[in-house]
């Protein structure tokens, strides 16, 4: 991964050059190991591994790694992204941020990314993490973990509408984003308890949509306490409808929810070819921290490997590519060949495919990249 120029990348998210050239260093061994331990990272990265381990251990105790993450939330932005993934450790049962997941048994703790939409990914932008355990030792619960992240973006995500799964379907998140003035976009959980809906005057009303159909319900009570619109959609050879609640008018919010469901892919990316899955340390603060370090390797991976895609083959067409992308090359560009420009992300093509580009044309791209990446880190602001 020689040829992308990680340093230069650093630069727009750590102010010190020297902690944007260490930073870079450990981006490199990331996506060179493919894995976000501590231990493989340290094994591609020049010199010893033992005197890396401890620098890498160094790094995350003196740098705000999360802040310089924040610094990837893309201002012009359609919607903000939120969803959490399980992470399970079977064997960590002592390590003090591992609690009990949903299921009651499985050890682990839960990651929640906050990322915008960008070309039919997301570009992560902020993270926490909580368990069963977290929670009763903060006498918390879930729900102020999630107000906690929510809070912290508020100010950036202005009017953006917060896009949320089924697991934030609950009557407290509802009243907080009410409350907060966020507009927000959730999927209902309509499985075993499906939550109640209330006219205006007290009539309980049940959403029901059949197969092929699409049905909305305009100032709904959810729970007889937020007014809000429902729509519904069961496409045929789906074996269950999508029910999406929102604050803002239902067919816009439907559109934006299936821009939200691409972040799946995200996330499969981030476990299958960065190890995400994998990570482990023995504080909560520093695998925080490990875990915004492998969002940066990600976000930089996928933006030069969309370049590439681009490259190999053929530029995307308008409705796949909704995101600002470098200036073209001067070079005439391939026609399109949409079926494997879908077939393979661009942080697939960067990590498992052998390139076959001539290194200066590489250069190239990585240059086109970084002004992207400039332009995504440094907006212009109006005057």
Avoid at 20 to 44: F, M, T
Avoid at 85 to 101: D, F, H, I, N
Avoid at 247 to 276: C, T, V, W
Avoid at 313 to 336: D, I, K, M, N
Wanted: charged letters at 20%; proline letters at 5%; a positive charge.
């Amino acid at each position: 991964m020689e040829f992308i120029r990680t340093a230069a990348f650093m630069q727009y998210l750590f102010d010190h050059p020297a902690t944007a050239e260490r930073a870079a260093a450990i981006v490199d061994g990331i996506l060179d190991s493919r894995s976000p331990r501590l231990s493989d990272i340290a094994q591609y990265m020049a010199g010893t591994a033992a005197a890396n381990y401890k620098a890498i251990q160094r790094f995350i105790a003196r740098t705000d790694i999360k802040a310089a993450l924040l610094r990837l939330f893309q201002d012009e932005a359609e919607f903000v992204i939120g969803d959490a993934t399980e992470m399970p450790r079977p064997q960590a049962y002592k390590t003090s941020y591992v609690g009990t997941l949903s299921d009651g048994a499985t050890h682990g703790y839960w990651l929640l990314v906050l990322a915008t939409p960008f070309r039919g990914r997301a570009l992560p932008c902020s993270l926490l993490s909580y368990s069963s355990r977290t929670i009763a030792q903060g006498a918390g619960s879930r729900n102020l973990c999630h107000w906690q992240i929510f809070n912290e973006l508020k100010a950036l995500v202005g009017d953006k509408p917060l896009v949320l799964d089924r697991d934030f379907s609950y009557l407290e998140l509802l009243q907080y984003c009410t409350h907060a003035g966020i507009n927000f976009v959730i999927r209902l959980n309509m499985r075993s308890q499906p939550p109640k809906f209330y006219t205006a005057e007290g009539r309980q009303v049940t959403p029901m949509v059949g197969i092929g159909q699409q049905e909305v319900y305009y100032q709904l009570r959810y729970r007889n306490q937020v007014t809000v619109n429902v729509i519904g959609v069961w496409r045929s050879g789906m074996h269950e409808p999508l029910w999406v609640m929102s604050n803002l008018e239902p067919q816009r919010a439907l559109q934006i929810y299936h821009g939200r469901m691409k972040i799946d892919e995200s996330f499969k990316d981030l476990k299958d070819l960065l190890g995400l899955d994998h990570l482990m340390n023995k504080t909560q603060s520093n695998m925080e921290q490990m875990a915004a370090l492998t969002l940066i390797a990600y976000a930089v991976g996928l933006l030069v490997g969309e370049r590439l895609r681009d490259e190999l083959y053929g530029p995307a067409s308008t409705s796949q590519a909704t995101a600002p992308v470098a200036p073209s090359s001067p070079e005439p560009q391939p026609l399109p060949r949409s079926h494997k420009w879908r077939l393979y992300s661009g942080l697939f093509i960067l990590l498992k495919q052998k390139l076959t580009l001539r290194r200066q044309r590489l250069r190239q791209l990585v240059d086109q990249v970084l002004l992207t990446f400039a332009a995504l880190v440094c907006p212009p602001v109006r005057t």
